[in-house]
T-cell receptor, first 115, second 112 residues
Framework: NAGVTQTPKFRILKIGQSMTLQCTQD?????MYWYRQDPGMGLKLIYY???????DKGEVPNGYNVSRSTTEDFPLRLELAAPSQTSVYFC??????????????FGEGSRLTVL | KQEVTQIPAALSVPEGENLVLNCSFT??????LQWFRQDPGKGLTSLLL?????REQTSGRLNASLDKSSGRSTLYIAASQPGDSATYLC???????????FGKGTRLHILP
């Protein structure tokens, strides 16, 4: 099993450009998450999804959009990139049932720089 | 609002010592708590998951405990090795909320 796969691993964007970070999991997990990690700040939740067709905002959703058309894929869209979006982005997934979240599996991360 | 705190932010200990990492959370209404390891430039790897009904979990040299009522968890690492050097993060799954909340982590350095 590949687990959680993120692409690209690295990307440099100019201010105002847009891009999509891809995330795919092959574990048939229903829950998927996008976090960003800034130095010394821990992980902040951007968006999450509890199943195909369902998404919800996390702590820091501004400037981002997501969609969940399939169980496997959870892309994160950055519109009008700003320097404040320079960060490392992590996608994660878990199998949750009855309101109880299972073990969380992470991708390797996507390092984004906005200049 | 649930908040997760990990103290200290960084820790250096000589190889072979037993050590304890701390995690505290403000709201005891949680479903579970997880401990993760993160190596530089890498993603997070789950180490241990403790359900709210459990008191502890063990995996090899690692033992995690959970005291829900006091809002605390500890990760005990026995006979530390240089390969244990990494950042360790804890995360809680709040009751009736799908958002998993992370602490900022403890950066551990094992001195050879």
């Amino acid at each position: 099993n590949a687990g959680v796969t993120q692409t690209p691993k690295f990307r440099i964007l100019k201010i105002g450009q847009s891009m999509t970070l891809q995330c795919t999991q092959d574990m048939n997990h229903n829950y998927m998450y996008w976090y960003r990690q800034d130095p010394g700040m821990g992980l902040k939740l951007i968006y999450y999804s509890v199943g195909a067709g369902i998404t919800d905002k996390g702590e820091v959703p501004n400037g981002y959009n997501v969609s969940r058309s399939t169980t496997e894929d959870f892309p994160l869209r950055l519109e009008l990139a700003a320097p404040s979006q320079t960060s490392v982005y992590f996608c994660a997934s878990s199998y949750s049932t009855g309101g109880v979240t299972g073990e969380l599996f992470f991708g390797e991360g996507s390092r984004l720089t906005v200049l | 609002k649930q908040e997760v705190t990990q103290i200290p932010a960084a820790l250096s200990v000589p190889e072979g010592e037993n050590l304890v990492l701390n995690c505290s959370f403000t709201d005891s209404a949680i479903y579970n708590l997880q401990w993760f390891r993160q190596d530089p430039g890498k993603g997070l790897t789950s180490l241990l998951l403790i359900q709210s009904s459990q008191r502890e979990q063990t995996s090899g040299r690692l033992n995690a405990s959970l005291d829900k009522s006091s809002g605390r968890s500890t990760l005990y690492i026995a006979a530390s090795q240089p390969g244990d050097s990494a950042t360790y993060l804890c995360a809680v799954s709040p009751d009736r909320d799908d958002k998993i909340i992370f602490g900022k982590g403890t950066r551990l350095h094992i001195l050879p």
